[in-house]
């Protein structure tokens, strides 16, 4: 079985060829797979391949004999010998080509861009929108820099779409892989979903014997840069088969993906897609800030540092007791603290416009509870409090849960629909005893897992009073939540009822009854990757490179945290000198397969 074929064609047919493979074989394709560098070394390679074999017999073999048939390409990497995976090699191949393919097979959505829908926009939207509505490339590209106005240029392609008859009007889908991008295209009127979602559902009806047929359908990928090979093969693959139209919009400068790959910046550099670029920025107010942002893109740290310094504290409303922060960089050992204070002692109108981000997600949680606990002290939530249980996702690289040791007793897994208890893990044996809602118990082998249709939680809880902020952290269509829409506790009872008061309406949950409602998290604060796409008049962001923060300081994360703001960016760091260091340090990794060889 060759490698290159693992994950191109679908991860269930992937699952299948994997499943005839020896346990040498699979632990060494499972952490192929799982490889987030392009380039890796052997004993990385075998590190990875022992943690799903459980021992290093026979790695070395494993890892020769694949070299030497080609599966893994040998590159020079600072005078020593990495390998580029072949399957790597071959999905960028594959998103490449479909690309070429897709090049003149298309009428244009619009002949002629009425003049009326590129009033008002700056140069790189009208070059956009332009670009959508008359392109003639199954697959083209928009590199949109922070604050650019995305959302401005999408609402005028769905503006000039409407002057079509309705029987001849393209459909619009969104994809992203984050679901605060899904829910940034919802609000702008967008029917969308998450990548991986759509890649299922599509795997799901073609394996059904389907062929789904995406003609008139217009697929706006937003946040490309966040999403890797796999994901991007399999989702240009299947808009191709089924005849549909697509836009990757993103940023390469922003996050990218967790998984290997950053097929974004390849097809902006190396295959003939049509790419229009905005870099006009328009959400910043303040010149400063608005250069700043200019000033992280260009790669000149000190001259943003000294702009975003130079703005007032008192250009937030605060209370009449505040203490304003001496610096809009100030620095504190008691940065989640200090964080707490600064947004307690803010008026409540400012409170609302202000975004909370935190690289680490020890520090979000951190951060939500410590609103939680001050407001509760100073009397500004309801005097009943119940406890709540909530599931804690758990991040991991694709094939990580295929491994006995990422499971323990107590945890929560969910396969596709249905979620199921973890009761025992029996690592000799290397199975997981799981219960179902309805009490039925089943043994389960991780190592046989598809991953792509596997989330692991925690089990968790949190006091939830009467003006609390809550969010839900997965989509149900089931149930009718969306991940990232954000809730006010209206009020709460002793069965554990929760009313909730959204944009949208009021709506009551039982988390204690419902499974599904138990994805649910205090929304005051989120991580630098939940808040790419989103955008907030004020910002209050945790940077350093203290406990566990240094492998989160970049300069991408200090580009995401100075670019969401309008108005007033504060940052909070453990250290000014060295965080500044670690967002100066170039990054080494090469990027794509195609660099690397």
């Given amino acids: 079985v060759r490698m290159h074929q693992h994950g191109v064609d679908g991860e269930a047919i992937g699952a299948l060829k994997t499943s005839l493979l020896t346990d040498v074989e699979k632990a060494v394709s499972r952490a192929v797979a799982n490889m987030r560098e392009v380039a890796f070394s052997s004993a990385l390679l075998t590190e990875k391949a022992a943690g799903f074999l459980g021992s290093t017999e026979g790695l070395t073999g494993e890892i020769a004999r694949l070299a030497s048939e080609g599966e893994l ?63 003639t490339d199954q697959f083209i590209g928009i590199q949109g820099y922070a604050g650019v106005g995305k959302t401005t240029q ?60 995406y003609k008139g359908q217009v697929f706006l990928i937003d946040e490309s840069s966040m999403a890797g090979n796999q994901d991007t093969a399999a989702l240009f693959q299947a808009i191709a088969s089924g005849g549909g139209r697509a836009v990757s919009m993103g940023d390469i400068d922003q996050f990218e993906s967790v998984d290997v790959g950053a097929p974004f910046k390849l097809m902006q550099e190396r295959s003939p897609m049509d790419v229009a670029i905005m870099k006009q920025i328009v959400r910043q107010k303040d010149l ?100 709540v249980p909530v599931l804690d996702k758990i991040t991991h690289t694709r094939h990580e849960f295929n491994k006995t040791e990422a499971w323990e007793a107590g945890m929560v897994v969910k396969r596709g629909d249905r979620y199921q208890d973890v009761v025992a ?33 925690r089990r968790s809880e949190r006091e939830v009073r009467a003006g609390d902020l809550l969010k ?79 492998a989160l300081a970049s300069r991408r994360a200090f580009y995401i945290s100075a670019s969401r703001v309008k108005e007033h960016v504060q940052i909070y760091t453990d250290g000014k000198e060295d965080w500044v260091k670690a967002v100066k340090t170039p990054e080494r990794d090469i990027k794509t397969a195609h660099d690397a060889l």
Avoid: C
């Fill in 73 to 135: 390409i040998k590159v020079p990497w600072g005078g020593e010998v990495r390998y580029v995976a072949r399957v790597t090699w071959e999905m960028e191949k594959a998103i490449l080509r479909v690309v070429e393919e897709g090049k003149g097979t298309q009428q244009p959505l619009l002949e002629q861009v009425p003049e009326a829908v590129l009033n008002g926009l700056t140069d790189g939207q009208k070059k956009a929108t332009t670009l959508v509505l008359g392109t």
């Fill in 154 to 213: 999408l609402k005028a392609v769905i503006s000039a779409l409407e002057t079509l008859p309705a029987d001849v009007r393209p459909v619009m889908t969104g994809l992203a892989p984050t679901h605060q991008a899904v829910k940034e295209m919802s609000d702008v009127g967008v029917r969308a979903q998450t990548i991986k979602s759509f890649i299922v559902e599509h795997d799901q009806a073609t394996a059904a014997g389907g062929k789904p047929d």
């Fill in 288 to 387: 400063q800030l608005r250069g700043a942002v200019h000033d992280i893109i260009d790669n000149r740290i000190d001259a943003a540092l000294q702009r975003i310094e130079t703005q007032p504290a008192d250009r937030v409303a605060r209370s009449a007791s505040a203490t304003l922060p001496g610096s809009a960089i100030q620095e504190t050992e008691t940065p989640v603290n200090d964080i707490v204070a600064d947004w307690k002692d803010r008026t409540p109108e400012a409170r609302s416009r202000t975004l909370i981000i935190a690289q680490l997600n020890a520090d979000r949680k951190a951060i939500n509870a410590g609103i939680h606990a001050a407001l509760a002290a100073r009397g500004e939530l309801g005097e009943k409090a119940i406890k």
């Fill in 425 to 457: 893990v029996d690592r000799n044996g290397r199975t997981v005893t799981v219960r179902d809602e309805e009490g039925k118990i089943a043994l389960v082998s991780p190592k046989e897992l598809i991953t792509g249709d596997v989330q692991l939680f």
């Fill in 472 to 550: 839900f952290t997965a989509t149900d269509k089931e149930q009718g939540q969306m991940a990232s829409q954000r809730y006010t506790v209206e009020s709460v009872s002793e069965e554990g009822n929760i009313r909730l008061k959204g944009e949208n309406g009021r709506v009551t949950i039982n988390p204690e009854k419902v499974r599904a409602q138990q994805n649910l998290d205090y929304g005051w604060a989120v991580t630098g990757y939940g808040a790419q796409g989103a955008s907030s008049d004020y910002v209050i962001a945790l940077e350093g490179t203290k406990d566990g923060r240094k």
